[in-house]
């Protein structure tokens, strides 16, 4: 699977859209991004995935950069309860497709 | 509908013991997932279950590490001769169907500590 490099934290004021940057240079054609967080003491929820095209939810945006080597996770209105580490992880194809590989994430720290 | 869930949710053992870590999957979920993840490090890939067989094993850190899934739904992750090394939470996830697009839901985990 391709090596994701995330910032280790940001800081984001509740309300604001909160902008998580991921590279991930050595993707290839046929690897997904994911976002999955994990609030503290929980385990990691899935927040969205996406392959080369934009994708929303009720969660977040998912913005690809063209040539598919960086994306940037979208909180649009972020609250409190944002606050968690949030993973980019790229995921390949074929028979082991089904593991995650995590990296240490970048914690978001949403205040007041 | 329930979650996953992981029992116990917090075990001390002393080095050396056995222990065995369970995991309740979601209603009707086919593939199964355990991970470790240590202090300030995101979640390690251990072993993933296909139905009753593991489908891929290759995470698992040593043949002091066992994970069975008999029937499909239940699973059980086991550890011999315990070492302090091992102090983990270790979460568990299900999702519908393994595949490259399937979400995976987690457990809360189960917090081993060795001492």
């Known amino acids: 699977d391709a090596k994701t490099t995330q910032p280790p934290s940001m800081d984001c004021a509740e309300g604001r859209a909160a902008n998580l940057p991921c590279n991930h240079s050595t993707i290839s054609g046929n690897e997904y991004v994911y976002w999955y967080r994990q609030i503290h003491s929980q385990g990691p929820q899935y927040i969205i995935h996406g392959l080369k095209n934009n994708e929303t939810n009720e969660m977040a945006s998912l913005i690809i950069t063209e040539d598919r080597k960086s994306s940037t996770l979208i909180l649009p209105h972020a609250t409190l309860r944002d606050t968690a580490v949030y993973y980019c992880?790229?995921?390949?194809?074929?028979?082991?497709?089904?593991?995650?590989?995590f990296g240490t994430g970048t914690r978001l720290q949403v205040t007041l | 509908g329930a979650g996953v869930s992981q029992t116990p949710s917090n075990k001390v053992t002393e080095k050396g013991k056995y222990v065995e870590l369970r995991c309740d999957p979601i209603?009707?979920?086919?593939?199964l997932y355990w991970y470790r993840q240590s202090l300030g490090q995101g979640p390690e890939f251990l072993i993933y279950?296909?139905?009753?067989?593991?489908?891929?094993d290759s995470g698992l850190p040593n043949d002091r590490f066992f994970a069975v899934r008999p029937e499909g739904s239940v699973s059980t992750l086991k550890i011999q001769r315990t070492e302090r090394g091992d102090s983990a939470v270790y979460l568990c996830?299900?999702?519908?169907?393994?595949?490259?697009?399937?979400?995976?839901?987690f457990g809360p985990g189960t917090r081993l500590t060795v001492l």
């Open positions: 992880i790229v995921r390949a194809g074929g028979g082991t497709a089904s593991k995650l590989t």
């Open positions: 209603s009707g979920h086919t593939a």
């Open positions: 996830a299900s999702s519908l169907m393994a595949g490259q697009w399937d979400e995976q839901f």
């Open positions: 279950f296909q139905g009753t067989g593991a489908a891929d």
